[in-house]
């Protein structure tokens, strides 16, 4: 009864689930708006950049980071903190950073991230993130159409690319009329010391006074989309809209965490900070003072020995993340022979999942005794494993980016792990909605965030308003027009409400298929469902036009050799006997009719095709942010998929 028992004691006891209730609108077809109302008014004076000032001078021992240091987790004060990020604000300020100016940022997940990013803010500026994986036409894009006067890149390999990209930017337009190229700073090579070096003719009290400019609508980024269609747009977000994700995350979310785990909250930032949910997540726990560490892969073999080390109480991932801890359970119980009691412990943890939430909800009976009785035998046989595999403390994790499998958010609950999904847009200064931490109901992606109004428009469009929207793209009037409406930001994403007004993403408007038959198909269920089984890697659903709904897939390479290994077969069997291997070819129609079971036979993948290769960010198959490029998958697999219709 443990996460029911603690989820009814913080009910009783917090009287937050009081204060985070929608109010809805409805008509004849249903619920059409949920609204909830801001845990924390909108500030009307101060910005962000105030956070590790006030951290310091209200309590300036307080352990707010912990810096992987020569092994070990070293902790950071708030003194400390505060400290460095004067100084580095100093240094931009000394290298030209005039106030408003903007920042470039290319670097991967990092301590010196954290750093940079309130120290252009200390300095009035604007930092503009960029996915360490850019390449130099994207980063050339991006520092021409900011106008950004100084970039800093982490290695030598970017540092490469910035030369190439700055060596693009003359036949590139400049809305900001740049007289000179971007001072570029390395942190392989001590940025943050040379900065602070540079800095000690800058007295204090200029960063102070840089501060003190700044108010809740000054600019503090220019957070630049994922362009699956086209150049990456860059979404103007305040210090206003910064300070309403993160403030009021901050108060749903972590008082509850706290009592929950009976631990003091601390978490491991692994998304990437380019990402608009990575740093919101950093802000909320910066602002909260809870203690976070930072690894720069989020790739699980890579993530798995920082979470062991660290040992976080939650965690904010991708449904990615989840899957490969629960693939990677799998794949070592086969490994042991084990596989059948896997899966049998994987069917228990489910069931006792539903009977779990029915009972807390009110609607049924909790789990029986031979149900309590089998999770206590595979809490000691694989649960526990699973947890370790999340650092052996965690028990809370929100997952966001795109839908986790119901059975899985189920799968984790059985396991002890709560994992709370969300919604949300660059647009939309990240999350939007998130599922309750005491009432969550998987397969939805939540009810609105305290101070955002979620609404569905006649036809089917999920439109988001409140504090978090931005003010609009940089420098494009027309497509900011397209988009914002009488405070109402159009998402372009298709969903539902239920009664009480929790959000269900159905697809994507401009993703949807029509069949030659005239029947709609969002291929994002059915792609997100194939994706989260067994050996299925990326993979794109087709049919535009068509008689019927196909699909290219991938082969996950990890999953594909443990297959392998179980089968004695050759690591470098070649692709063609693959494609052509009647026993994985089952195991592939499984993972389809999983997701068919999902949608109509109308909207039922007929036909797969796997093809060679992997859909990457590197091969420009996906974006920073894991989404299809459709067009461009299209156009490599042009001949796959006039196949699947021969």
């Not at 009976?262 to 203690?291: E, W």
């Not at 690894?295 to 965690?315: G, H, I, M």
């Not at 029509?514 to 269920?525: A, C, H, Q």
Request: charged residues 25%; hydrophobic residues 40%.
């Amino acid at each position: 009864m443990g996460i029911r028992r603690d989820m009814t004691r913080v009910r009783a006891r917090g009287g937050w689930a009081e204060r985070t209730v929608p109010e809805t609108v409805r008509d004849e077809t249903g619920v059409r708006q949920a609204s909830v109302p801001p845990l924390v008014p909108p500030p009307t004076e101060g910005s962000i950049a105030d956070i590790p000032f006030r951290n310091a001078a209200e309590a300036p021992e307080a352990v707010v980071m912990r810096r992987k240091e020569a092994g070990r987790w070293a902790p950071v004060t708030a003194r400390e903190f505060a400290e460095l990020v004067t100084g580095v604000a100093k240094g931009l300020i000394a290298a030209g950073l005039p106030l408003g100016g903007r920042v470039a940022l290319m670097s991967r997940t990092s301590y010196e991230w954290a750093v940079l990013d309130f120290a252009i803010l200390a300095a009035g500026g604007q930092c503009v993130p960029v996915y360490p994986t850019s390449s130099a036409d994207q980063l050339a894009w991006l520092v021409s159409d900011s106008g950004a006067g100084q970039l800093i890149v982490e290695t030598a390999e970017h540092a490469e690319t910035a030369a190439r990209a700055l060596a693009e930017l003359p036949g590139l337009p400049e809305p900001s009329a740049r007289a000179e190229l971007p001072t570029v700073w390395r942190l392989d090579e001590d940025a943050l010391g040379q900065l602070v070096e540079r800095g000690r003719g800058i007295p204090d009290a200029e960063v102070t006074a840089r501060r003190a400019a700044l108010g809740p609508d000054s600019v503090a980024t220019l957070t630049y989309t994922s362009g699956t269609t086209g150049r990456p747009k860059g979404c103007v977000l305040t210090h206003a809209n910064l300070h309403a994700e993160s403030a009021n995350l901050v108060e749903l979310l972590i008082p509850v965490f706290r009592e929950v785990t009976g631990q003091t909250p601390s978490t491991l930032v692994f998304l990437p900070l380019a990402h608009i949910l990575g740093r919101t997540i950093q802000l909320a726990c910066v602002s909260a003072r809870v203690v976070i560490g930072h690894c720069p892969s989020v790739k699980p073999d890579e993530l798995r020995p920082e979470l062991a080390s660290f040992q976080p109480t939650f965690v904010v991932g991708v449904p990615y993340l989840f899957e490969k801890i629960h693939d990677t359970g799998r794949a070592t119980a086969e490994r042991l022979g084990r596989g059948a009691s896997f899966d049998r412990a994987d069917r228990i943890a489910v069931a006792w999942a539903e009977a779990e939430l029915r009972a807390y909800r009110g609607t049924g009976r909790g789990p029986g005794v031979r149900l309590r009785a089998a999770k206590a035998l595979y809490d000691l046989l694989v649960y526990r494993r699973i947890r370790a595999a999340l650092g052996g403390r965690l028990r809370c994790a929100i997952s966001g980016g795109s839908p986790l499998d119901p059975r899985l958010s189920h799968f984790f609950f059985g396991c002890g792990i709560l994992v709370y999904e969300g919604y949300g847009l660059t647009e939309t200064t990240s999350a939007a909605t998130l599922n309750p931490p005491l009432a969550p109901r998987f397969g939805s992606v939540g009810q609105p965030v305290p101070g955002t109004s979620v609404r569905i428009a006649e036809d089917g469009e999920v439109q988001i308003s409140g504090g978090t929207v931005f003010d609009g793209y940089r420098g494009d009037e027309a497509a900011s027009r397209a988009v914002l409406e009488d405070g109402w930001f159009r998402t372009g994403d298709l969903g539902r409400l239920d009664e009480d007004g929790y959000l269900t993403i159905t697809g994507r408007a401009k993703d949807i298929l029509v069949t030659s038959g005239g029947k709609n198909v969002s291929p994002s269920l059915l792609e997100d469902r194939l994706r989260g089984r067994p050996l299925i890697g990326p993979c794109m659903v087709v049919g535009e036009g068509r008689s019927y709904v196909a699909a290219l897939i991938t082969l996950e390479p990890e999953a594909t050799q443990h297959w392998l290994r179980l089968r004695n077969r050759p690591r470098n069997t070649p692709f063609e006997r693959l494609r052509a291997d009647e026993e994985l070819l089952a195991a592939v129609q499984q993972a389809v009719d999983h997701a068919n079971e999902a949608v109509s036979r109308a909207e039922s993948i007929r036909r797969f095709a796997l093809v060679e290769g992997e859909f990457t960010e590197e091969n420009g198959l996906l974006t920073p942010s894991l989404k299809i490029r459709r067009a461009a998958v299209a156009a490599a697999y042009a001949e796959e998929i006039e196949g699947l219709y021969s």
